[in-house]
């Protein structure tokens, strides 16, 4: 472990890929948003959609995990999962949540304090009816985060589900759908040489922004 440590306690790298300054970002959050996932979308950024999303159990218990950015609103930010997985369980007791995209590429990340809300079933319907097949029978065969006794007990209940569905439509199951994550405060994070980063955050007052440089 020792040569591992000293790896990691060793490794440096300067950041000089860009500036963000506030003076000349948008009055809207949402629109430096848009034009930085553009500019992820078009340098081929690995993985721009994904995302942590960080919540917190009934026992205090922070936990923090990836999902996919499936769409922008204009209130908000979408993804799916099943609402009765751990994700699901902890918005149901605590809704605050707080996203994160990070785009090494770009020497970028935001991070995103809102609080999550279902999205309307018809809009969760939409999507899961243009999910690839087998993702629709997976959502039905996983029961997130419970207990398996092997990766064989999965796969049967998968084989049973096709068969059920041969030949017709799978419906979404009513323990699955989307959230849209209405955000209250932004962070824009830009890497600079010599650790001194960009920080520029939006902080919601009522119906405007306040925008802020924060020390790196």
Same mark, same amino acid.
């Given at each position: 472990? =020792?040569?591992?440590?000293?790896?990691? =306690?060793?490794?440096?790298?300067?950041f000089? #890929?860009?500036?963000?300054d506030?003076?000349?970002?948008?009055? %809207?959050?949402?629109?430096?948003?848009?034009?930085?996932?553009?500019?992820?979308?078009?340098?081929?950024?690995?993985?721009?959609?994904?995302f942590?999303?960080?919540?917190?159990?009934?026992?205090?218990?922070?936990?923090?995990?990836?999902?996919?950015?499936? %769409?922008i609103?204009?209130? @908000?930010?979408?993804?799916?999962?099943? #609402?009765? @997985?751990k994700?699901?369980?902890d918005?149901?007791?605590?809704?605050?949540?707080?996203?994160?995209?990070?785009?090494?590429?770009?020497?970028?990340?935001?991070?995103?304090?809102?609080?999550?809300?279902?999205?309307? =079933?018809?809009?969760?319907?939409?999507?899961?009816?243009?999910?690839?097949?087998?993702?629709?029978?997976?959502?039905?065969?996983?029961?997130? %985060?419970?207990?398996?006794?092997?990766?064989?007990?999965?796969?049967?209940?998968?084989?049973?589900?096709?068969?059920?569905?041969?030949?017709?439509?799978? $419906?979404?199951?009513?323990?699955?759908? @989307? #959230?849209?994550?209405?955000?209250?405060y932004?962070?824009?994070?830009? @890497?600079?040489?010599?650790?001194?980063?960009?920080?520029?955050?939006?902080?919601?007052?009522?119906?405007?922004?306040?925008?802020?440089?924060?020390? $790196?």
């Amino acid at each position: 472990m =020792s040569d591992i440590n000293k790896k990691i =306690s060793s490794e440096r790298r300067d950041f000089d #890929y860009g500036t963000l300054d506030e003076s000349n970002v948008p009055e %809207s959050p949402k629109q430096l948003f848009e034009a930085w996932f553009k500019e992820a979308l078009d340098k081929m950024v690995m993985e721009p959609y994904a995302f942590h999303i960080a919540t917190v159990s009934k026992d205090n218990i922070p936990s923090t995990r990836v999902v996919y950015l499936r %769409s922008i609103e204009e209130n @908000g930010f979408v993804f799916f999962t099943n #609402y009765k @997985g751990k994700k699901g369980q902890d918005i149901s007791y605590n809704p605050n949540v707080c996203a994160n995209f990070f785009w090494a590429e770009k020497e970028r990340q935001i991070r995103i304090y809102g609080v999550a809300e279902k999205i309307d =079933s018809e809009f969760s319907d939409a999507y899961f009816a243009n999910r690839p097949r087998e993702s629709q029978l997976g959502a039905w065969a996983s029961h997130q %985060s419970e207990e398996l006794e092997n990766h064989k007990e999965l796969t049967d209940r998968l084989t049973e589900l096709d068969l059920k569905y041969k030949d017709q439509e799978v $419906p979404r199951p009513p323990h699955w759908g @989307g #959230y849209i994550i209405k955000p209250n405060y932004y962070e824009f994070w830009q @890497g600079r040489a010599k650790r001194l980063h960009d920080r520029i955050t939006y902080k919601k007052q009522n119906d405007s922004w306040q925008i802020k440089r924060v020390n $790196p």
